[in-house]
């Protein structure tokens, strides 16, 4: 007589489960998949204004005016657009926290608490947790509409995709065989990364990009004291204008009552923000004083939103504090993912950023406030400037941008494996280039659909439907 035994399940929070999840996840959505792109079923400009309403109206031209320059502009500015398209998209059911704006020029350099420079994700206002597919999708994307945009041959984009996905790929089948905490610790610092990429530069080439390092180096509190600020009449010091980029508080509302109501909400804002902070940063704060605020444009996506740039002063003119004050609405993903749980804008963009950065900002926090403008509204600070840097895109050969693309793919596998079941996504993606060359596809799908975009909105601009101010 022949007896069979029953395969029994594997637990599933043992290794051998999260493997089994990973695998399983593969019959409901093949890896092959994702290289599917549905149908749009929207009108890019009126998603994009949908967006406009909770901004400032003076300030609206200005994003318009800079995503008209390119499509790859275009791209940065429209992250809407693509939560919307990925809603479509298969996913595998594994979740992570997400970026949610994962392009290629939200990765950069910035100063850690120990001074060195390291490289990480570095904008988190559309963070959200969901399928980590969707922040892989935007990042391949933005180096196929970055490649365009360059003028670089397809075998050469078809070659940079396959760096970011395949060390995406690779970098998440290393974290799934690490413990748990070296996964967290794990960071890039900059130096141990260019001695392991930059090996495939020509030596023009690493020589600007030594040079890029080293500039980054001096973008420090100092530096912005010298950019931004001069002596005032009286012997102190205080923001310069430089509209409509940078328009100091006093200059924005000329109207004494209008000022004093904006200023003591900004004072509100920042007493708030010293409570998010924990006690040891509160002290670090507690030394310097606030001494002067001026509204700051920023980016291509959040030109609009509410954005303070804080002087503020230590034992004296030469020991300055640049924070920067920005407005945190919803996030982009939320139509399609659901509510954030923090309530506070501002604190889920602080909770993601903690979440995926590997070092970050030692004065990071949140606050709710109104006054402003007579409405409720969520912020986060930050440090302006902190040794931030990033690389300049346009100024990349193909080798540059395969270098630049593999960073970027580690980056963001590291950043996923924090927070994701990173055994269950390697177990997924496997060693199969399947994946990778699925991914590859939808990218290149999906700048052909960025570029009728832009077409669309140069188009509205042209017919007077949307204006814009270019050259801003």
Not at 90 to 95: A, F, K, N, W
Not at 228 to 250: H, T
Not at 381 to 388: A, C, E, G, I, P
Not at 423 to 440: M, R
Request: contains cysteine; aromatic residues 8%.
């Amino acid at each position: 007589m022949v007896t069979t035994t029953a395969r029994t399940a594997p637990d599933p929070t043992s290794v051998a489960g999260h493997v089994a999840r990973g695998r399983g996840a593969r019959a409901a959505t093949p890896r092959s998949a994702h290289g599917r792109l549905g149908p749009a079923h929207r009108d890019p400009v009126e998603v994009l204004g949908a967006q406009d309403a909770a901004r400032v109206p003076d300030l609206v031209p200005i994003r318009y005016g800079r995503m008209a320059v390119s499509p790859f502009a275009f791209y940065r500015g429209a992250a809407a657009l693509m939560a919307h398209d990925l809603a479509t998209t298969p996913v595998s059911g594994l979740r992570a926290q997400l970026c949610g704006d994962a392009h290629l020029a939200n990765f950069g350099f910035f100063g850690s608490p120990e001074r060195r420079l390291v490289f990480d994700i570095n904008d988190f206002d559309e963070t959200l947790p969901g399928p980590w597919e969707w922040d892989v999708k935007r990042l391949a994307t933005s180096f196929e509409v970055a490649g365009r945009d360059a003028g670089f041959p397809d075998r050469d984009r078809r070659r940079i995709l396959r760096a970011v996905l395949r060390e995406y790929q690779r970098a998440m089948r290393g974290f799934a065989e690490m413990p748990t905490l070296q996964v967290w610790y794990a960071h890039a610092e900059v130096e141990a990364a260019r001695r392991r990429y930059v090996g495939d530069l020509v030596p023009k080439r690493r020589r600007r990009l030594d040079r890029g390092l080293a500039k980054a180096r001096t973008r420090d509190n100092l530096g912005a004291l010298r950019r931004f600020a001069a002596a005032d009449p009286d012997g102190g010091v205080r923001l310069v204008a430089d509209p409509p980029i940078v328009v100091p508080v006093r200059d924005l509302f000329p109207d004494a009552a209008a000022r004093t109501n904006v200023e003591q909400a900004l004072h509100d804002l920042l007493r708030g923000y010293r409570a998010s902070l924990p006690p040891e940063r509160r002290a670090l704060y507690d030394q310097y004083r606030h001494v002067d605020m001026a509204r700051k444009v920023v980016g291509v996506g959040s030109v609009g939103t509410r954005t303070y740039m804080i002087l503020m002063l230590g034992r004296d003119a030469n020991d300055p504090l640049f924070l920067q004050a920005k407005e945190a609405g919803p996030s982009v993903l939320e139509p399609v993912l659901g509510a954030s749980e923090p309530a506070n804008h501002g604190e889920r963009v602080v909770v993601g950023q903690r979440l995926m950065q590997a070092t970050g900002d030692i004065l990071l926090g949140w606050q709710r406030v109104s006054g402003i403008d007579g409405q409720e509204r969520d912020f986060y600070v930050r440090q302006l400037r902190d040794w931030k840097g990033s690389v300049e895109v346009e100024e990349m050969a193909p080798a540059g941008m395969q270098v630049y693309a593999q960073i970027c793919g580690w980056t963001l596998a590291r950043a996923h494996a924090r927070t994701g079941d990173r055994i269950a996504i390697a177990a997924y993606l496997g060693s199969a280039q399947t994946f990778a060359e699925a991914v590859a596809d939808f990218a290149q799908a999906y700048a052909d659909r960025n570029e009728r975009d832009h077409a669309a909105l140069v188009a509205a601009i042209a017919a007077g439907r949307v204006r814009a101010e270019q050259g801003v």
